[in-house]
T-cell receptor
């Protein structure tokens, strides 16, 4: 079983709509959680950290559910520029233990 | 702002050849790492370094060597290239306080 699992998608979303997807992790000792965005054939870039209380950054909302061991990302009012692959990253606070999910592809259509 | 730079951008090797992928950062980050990304598998950690002179193995270290003689540079050496090493390689440096990783643009390697 993979340590970090994501639905690969693609999630096809009309422009202006809301999309949400989850990422599950297997190690309950995981301490830090992040969402990265990766555009086609480009390097990953940090989108947002995920805090225990949940956090919002503009149109993006991230939630953490420790009991069920998943994090979620919600994108409101989707823009064409939101089309990308979203990577879930889980950190055990040890430098050899940063785990990346394989990514969820989001395609926003006009 | 150079951030993290990687060279070359593309490389084709024949089986058995060796080469070095270069990585440099100008953010004075102590932590640097190398990942490979394959379709459907996510990024996998090859080697990492917590400072000059200190390196350690990640999840998939076999066939690769690293060294860290300066804070800025973290080269990855392929000892004897194999087709299984065909991949996209990313170097990253990390803001220790926030664990935020800054990635280089990647090297696309094909081994024939």
């Amino acid at each position: 079983r993979k340590e970090v699992e994501q639905d690969p998608g693609p999630f096809n979303v009309p422009e202006g709509a809301t999309v949400a997807f989850n990422c599950t992790y297997s190690n309950s000792a995981s301490q830090s959680f992040f969402w990265y965005r990766q555009d086609c054939r480009k390097e990953p870039k940090l989108l947002m950290s995920v805090y225990s209380s949940g956090n919002e950054d503009g149109r993006f909302t991230a939630q953490l559910n420790r009991a069920s061991q998943y994090i979620s990302l919600l994108i409101r009012d989707s823009k064409l520029s939101d089309s990308a692959t979203y990577l879930c990253v889980v950190n055990l606070n040890s430098w050899g233990k940063l785990q990346f999910g394989a990514g969820t592809q989001v395609v926003v259509t006009p | 702002n150079a951030g993290v730079t990687q060279t070359p951008k593309f490389q084709v090797l024949k089986t058995g050849q060796s080469m070095t992928l270069q990585c440099a950062q100008d953010m004075n980050h102590e932590y640097m790492s190398w990942y490979r990304q394959d379709p459907g598998m996510g990024l996998r950690l090859i080697h990492y370094s917590v400072g000059a002179g200190i390196t350690d193995q990640g999840e998939v270290p076999n066939g690769y060597n690293v060294s860290r003689s300066t804070t800025e540079d973290f080269p990855l050496r392929l000892l004897s290239a194999a087709p299984s090493q065909t991949s996209v390689y990313f170097c990253a440096s990390t803001d220790r306080a926030a664990y935020e990783q800054y990635f280089g643009p990647g090297t696309r390697l094909t081994v024939t």
